[in-house]
């Protein structure tokens, strides 16, 4: 069965095939048997064996998300659930659902339910690691809900303001 | 020698907070740290001698609650306090709360932290003293002096608020003719974000380069400077890499800067470890402020120099003196200091959190991390991480040694600037030592990870893929597997 990966954002699908213990891996860039080898440390290091030849990774998983360190970089890798991720078209500019695009504290809020807002208006302001970002309007319309109080944190995209209605 | 106390205690957190802790142990003092309880898990708290939980309002509230630090510090039986950078470092009322308690600051006076913290004040005081600073207009009562004055000064001007920082309020005027608007919205801007509308204005030096001067000096009036650090490589004014000689200078520019911060700290009678920062570009050199504290970027220093100015620092708190002269300093060899963020480069730097899932600084680098794996990173507190600092013969050599560290540095489990700084290290015009203080920001194309091949995706796929399918696996393992499976749990 193919699955839908990102990694570091960007789509990649792949899955596995097994055979008696080996494994091999089809992607859209083709398909190579694949096997990966974890180092006695435990810490997550390991080998893996691609295309002839072994790679030192170091791997963390949490959840569907893996963390490859790879080729000195390292990748976020997130699995995803195939109907949850295709029916997932979520504009945020059309729907008026304004996410967080960080987890912080709010500093300001400068509208309320019931305001009538344009484009480009300052919503709320908010803080993440002493770093002041201005929440604004994707689009013109009138605050439906505004989630949290200014001293309030909260998590990456958490639903910060939402406006009425679907255009 | 004699430990200069017998314990400190280190009112602060992160990676300064462990970096002076590695001093003062080693120094064979007993090291004390205060921390919030979001900080239990940092490398601080589980290596020092005693730790004292702190509470707030919020987390940074903690850290900048004096009284309750001096209380923390007196029962614990410190006999000085460190206070790092940042936080309580240049605040001279808590300065002189902590001598009041029998207490030794390791710092400055109090004195020379509020002429120096008054910006305004500070260049005057130089100016006096015939040291070179930018031609400026200060706005006192009158507005309509302010743009008389400001326009004296001349184009290209930098419009700033009085009461400001960071960068926020700030405007460049090129065109004179523009000054009064220039100057209404950078007024506005300053009420809006300070409170206070005054403003200042000086000269702007286009593609300027940042460069400071560390110094030292004692209670005996003894004054060295331990030369120069370059920091011109920021993102929103924050610095992203420090290095160690400036790349810019030539021996002769190099030898005049560092007697006129030298001679500013003479001048104020210095006392403990600071730096005299400077713009430089043009041909000139302007004092821009200095900085009363030990500095993020004083690794770099400490490595061409061989010092351990924390130790230095805490000779100075109890009164020793420096015990070397400026003839005993020379640069040896070049360093580079690499900034770990937790950060997005691709999203315009924006702040990244996460648990620690794995952590591994570079083997034989010094990395000085306030991160272990296990800990968690919050959005309460700015986002560097860890300081990766390298030393190597001389700049191009020391460059490759950095780009190795960064590539052995593993941390999983947060977005970081890993990558960036190496692409920042690769860029020609770094390597020929040609930037300024605007360079990341020039250079866009730096920002986004480039594609990835066929290769690396199927690398990375593989590697995700079978990690995650060796974790089911083991979830539905019986147990007599379970001692080989711990292993892969670890995956």
Request: charged share 20%; with cysteine; aromatic share 6%.
């Amino acid at each position: 069965m193919k699955h839908i990966f990102t990694i570091d954002g960007e789509r990649a699908d792949a899955w596995l095939s097994g055979h008696k213990g080996s494994y091999r891996l089809l992607y859209d860039g083709g398909a190579c048997a694949v096997a990966l080898t974890p180092a006695a440390t435990g810490d997550g290091a390991a080998l893996l064996h691609i295309e002839g030849q072994s790679v030192s990774v170091v791997l963390a998983v949490a959840g569907d998300q893996v963390w490859v360190h790879i080729d000195g970089a390292a990748h976020a890798v997130i699995l995803h659930d195939p109907v949850r991720f295709l029916g997932a078209g979520d504009d945020a500019a059309a729907s008026g659902t304004i996410r967080a695009p960080m987890p912080g504290t709010v500093i300001a809020v400068a509208t309320e339910p019931g305001a009538q807002v344009q484009a480009g208006d300052t919503l709320m302001v908010i803080e993440s690691m002493k770093l002041e970002t201005a929440i604004k309007a994707p689009r013109d319309g009138v605050v439906a809900t505004v989630t949290f109080a200014a001293g309030q944190s909260f998590d990456r995209d958490a639903v910060l303001v939402t406006l009425e209605g679907e255009d | 020698m004699t430990a200069p106390f017998r314990s400190v205690l280190i009112a602060n957190r992160g990676e300064i907070a462990a970096r002076i802790l590695r001093t003062v142990q080693a120094m064979g003092m007993r090291g004390i740290v205060v921390f919030h309880a979001i900080d239990r898990n940092t490398p601080a708290v589980l290596l020092a001698d005693a730790a004292v939980e702190i509470d707030g309002p919020t987390p940074v509230a903690a850290y900048l609650d004096g009284p309750q630090i001096i209380a923390r510090a007196k029962a614990a039986g410190a006999e000085a306090i460190h206070p790092g950078y940042g936080f309580l470092s240049e605040n001279a009322g808590f300065a002189r709360a902590v001598a009041a308690a029998g207490m030794a600051f390791v710092g400055p006076t109090p004195e020379a932290i509020e002429l120096m913290g008054d910006k305004a004040r500070a260049r005057d005081f130089v100016a006096e003293r015939g040291f070179p600073v930018a031609p400026s207009a200060i706005e006192d009562d009158d507005p309509a002096t302010f743009v008389a004055r400001a326009r004296a000064v001349g184009a290209p001007l930098l419009i700033k608020p009085s009461a400001g920082g960071g960068g926020k309020g700030m405007r460049i005027v090129r065109d004179l003719a523009l000054l009064e608007d220039e100057i209404a919205r950078a007024r506005s801007e300053g009420e809006r974000y300070f409170g206070d509308g005054r403003l200042y204005a000086e000269r702007y030096v286009e593609q300027p380069r940042h460069i400071e001067v560390q110094v030292l000096g004692d209670a005996q009036g003894n004054v060295v400077h331990l030369f120069e650090r370059e920091c011109s490589i920021q993102r929103r004014f924050q610095k992203v890499i420090e290095e160690s000689p400036s790349p810019a200078l030539t021996p002769e520019e190099r030898d005049a800067i560092c007697e006129i911060a030298a001679g500013i700290a003479r001048s104020v009678a210095y006392r403990n470890a600071g730096t005299v920062e400077f713009i430089y570009g043009q041909g000139a050199v302007y004092f821009l402020e200095m900085n009363t504290r030990l500095q993020v970027e004083h690794p770099v220093t400490e490595a061409v120099t061989g010092r351990d100015l924390v130790a230095d620092q805490l000779r100075i708190a109890a009164g020793q003196p420096l015990g070397f002269a400026q003839d005993d300093l020379a640069i040896t060899g070049h360093a580079i200091e690499l900034r770990l963020y937790a950060e997005d480069p691709a999203r315009d730097f924006a702040p990244t959190t996460g648990p620690v899932l794995a952590f591994r600084p570079a083997p034989g680098v010094r990395t000085d991390a306030g991160i272990v794996a296990g800990g968690q990173i919050s959005a309460a507190f700015d986002p560097m991480l860890a300081k990766i600092v390298v030393h190597g013969a001389d700049r191009a050599d020391t460059i490759a040694r950095a780009d190795a560290a960064l590539a052995q540095t593993v941390l999983l489990g947060c977005v970081t600037n890993n990558a960036f700084l190496r692409r920042l290290l690769a860029d020609p015009d770094f390597r020929a030592g040609q930037f300024h203080t605007g360079t990341i920001a020039e250079k866009p194309e730096l920002l986004p990870d480039p594609p990835l091949t066929d290769a690396a995706r199927a690398r990375i796929l593989g590697a995700s893929a079978l990690s995650l399918r060796a974790v089911r696996d083991a979830a539905d393992a019986v147990p007599p597997l379970h001692a080989a499976i711990g292993t892969w749990r670890n995956l």
